[in-house]
T-cell receptor, first 115, second 110 residues
């Protein structure tokens, strides 16, 4: 069964460093998402991406964050200058179509630790 | 803003027991989603509900969309060890972004 993959599974970085989290969505999907889950808390929406541009973003997704689809398969989340509070699990998801009727398939996540 | 409140926060049950958890909101939702998150994994959609009063099953799982559209429950019958995990309710807010509850953590005692 097709699945969303994410790399790396874990990343430790110093505060102020840039990180890029990578995702390979399911190949025929058109909508892509990033979510964040701080340890022990709920999953929070960050951004959705369609047709090579951001379609929605939350207030968490400030100027330090950016997303890109650099080629036909990868979808990346960049954090320019990490802060301690960016430590979280970051999930990528994809769906074939937008809208709530369509299942979003989540990847296994990247655990980011900012020291 | 719109919030989803889940209860209980965690549950400890014996294998074979039935489980019930619920999700409420002060505002109306037009879609209710139930996800399960295994340790170290991403959330997986279990059941989606689209109509008030709808009752939907997926194997041993049953979920209902409340008539008021402000609540939903998830039942698991005859629990097994692999049911362990965190169960999240979720739904699209007025901006059509999915928001999640804080989850109900299910533990199964040996």
């Amino acid at each position: 069964e097709p699945e969303v993959t994410q790399t790396p599974s874990h990343q430790v970085t110093q505060m102020g460093q840039e990180v890029i989290l990578r995702c390979v969505p399911i190949s025929n999907h058109l909508y892509f998402y990033w979510y964040r889950q701080i340890l022990g808390q709920k999953v929070e929406f960050l951004v959705s991406f369609y047709n090579n541009e951001i379609s929605e973003k939350s207030e968490i997704f400030d100027d330090q964050f950016s997303v890109e689809r650099p080629d036909g398969s990868n979808f990346t989340l960049k954090i320019r200058s990490t802060k301690l509070e960016d430590s979280a699990m970051y999930f990528c998801a994809s769906s074939g179509y937008g809208g709530m009727e369509e299942t979003q398939y989540f990847g296994p996540g990247t655990r980011l630790l900012v020291l | 803003g719109q919030q989803l409140n889940q209860s209980p926060q965690s549950m400890f049950i014996q294998e074979g027991e039935d489980v019930s958890m619920n999700c409420t909101s002060s505002s109306i939702f037009n879609t209710w989603l139930w996800y399960k998150q295994d340790p170290g994994e991403g959330p997986v959609l279990l059941i989606a509900l689209y109509k008030a009063g709808e009752l939907t099953s997926n194997g041993r799982l049953t979920a209902q969309f409340g008539i008021t559209r402000k609540d939903s429950f998830l039942n698991i019958s005859a629990s097994i060890p692999s049911d362990v995990g965190i169960y999240f309710c979720a739904g699209p807010n007025k901006d059509d972004k999915i928001i999640f509850g804080k989850g109900t953590r299910l533990h199964i005692l040996p």
